[in-house]
């Protein structure tokens, strides 16, 4: 499985971005997918998941501003990021789970500006 991440960018406060993960290879083994973050010097943190079932959960930290999903006839999951705050300014990861291997994108960079 390869994932390759778009999206990223440099947004005012209050503003919105849309992050894609795209998935190709064995796409037919992936279970749950989700979206990481990371600051440097910081660990990764979990932003949102997705079950192959469609089900979501959020981070406490986006509940109510950011929205996972996923189409699985395109192979492609989303992250809808709404009133974006300068605290989620991160690199953004999304990452694939198999029942044998996880699988992690190249990363988006994401910079709001106060």
């Known amino acids: 499985v390869q994932l390759q991440a778009s999206g990223g960018g440099l947004v005012q406060a209050g503003g919105s971005l849309r992050l894609s993960c795209a998935a190709t290879?064995?796409?037919?083994?992936?279970?749950?997918m989700g979206w990481y973050r990371q600051d440097p010097g910081k660990q990764r943190e979990l932003v949102a998941v997705?079950?192959?079932?469609?089900?979501?959960n959020y981070a406490d930290s986006v509940k109510g501003r950011f929205t996972i999903s996923r189409d699985n006839a395109k192979n492609i999951m989303y992250l809808q990021m709404n009133s974006l705050k300068p605290e989620d300014t991160a690199v953004y990861y999304c990452?694939?789970?198999?029942?044998?291997?996880?699988?992690w994108g190249q990363g988006t960079q994401v910079t709001v500006s106060s």
């Open positions: 990452r694939a789970a198999t029942f044998f291997q996880i699988y």
């Open positions: 290879g064995s796409v037919s083994s992936i279970n749950g």
């Open positions: 997705i079950s192959s079932g469609g089900n979501p």
